[in-house]
């Protein structure tokens, strides 16, 4: 059950945006099915009445579709790709106010990304070991980006911006410690959350 249960809040807070600061646990964990119908027609459950245990940040409500998803993508055994599970504790640094955790991993999620997408189109036309070696050979991020351009990788993002609002800023944590404020973080989430949905789309 615990398994299941931590699979299936993994898929909420990937889906959803929700955070929990304490997991729910198998022996406080129930589920309340009652929908409140008055946020709209379809219908919305809300996390503080669905979801007895743990602590929780926003947002207040998921949708229906979101956990009927989360459910069917559990019990498929199916789990969200380590590049989403990454961005998705970039988020929630960020609503924790860690804002040099979440710098680094808004850059790390781009980057397992971006690696993914080269691999995948390498995949068929090149030996397993030549490509990691290429890949290992990449410098950096920014070393990503001309990787996948050169492969005729479409991304929704410019390269000036990634350098500016993703690259740049976790330069700056990581090689000088810098403490970045909120704002900048936000960007560097919202560039990560682009290019994942465009090239790591979660199934």
Do not use: C
Not at 65 to 77: F, K, L, M, P
Not at 84 to 110: C, E, G, N, Q
Not at 185 to 197: G, H, T, Y
């Amino acid at each position: 059950m615990d398994r299941w249960l931590h699979g299936f809040v993994d898929w909420l807070e990937v889906f959803g945006g929700i955070h929990w600061v304490d997991r729910p646990t198998e022996h406080t964990w129930f589920v309340n099915l009652a929908v409140d119908r008055r946020s709209d027609s379809a219908g919305w459950l809300n996390p503080y009445d669905v979801l007895h245990a743990g602590t929780y940040i926003e947002p207040l409500s998921v949708s229906q579709g979101t956990w009927s998803d989360a459910v069917e993508r559990t019990n498929a055994d199916k789990e969200p790709g380590i590049d989403h599970l990454i961005l998705r504790d970039a988020r929630s640094a960020l609503l924790t106010a860690d804002y040099r955790k979440a710098s680094v991993d808004a850059s790390t999620a781009l980057e397992v990304a971006l690696a993914g997408a080269a691999r995948n189109r390498l995949g068929d036309d090149a030996p397993t070991a030549s490509v990691e070696r290429l890949l290992k050979g990449v410098n950096g991020l920014m070393g990503l980006i001309d990787l996948v351009e050169a492969l005729q990788i479409d991304v929704p993002v410019s390269r000036s911006m990634v350098q500016k609002r993703v690259a740049e800023p976790r330069n700056g944590v990581v090689h000088l410690g810098e403490a970045p404020t909120e704002a900048p973080v936000r960007a560097a989430i919202e560039v990560a959350q682009q290019v994942l949905l465009a090239l790591s789309p979660l199934e």
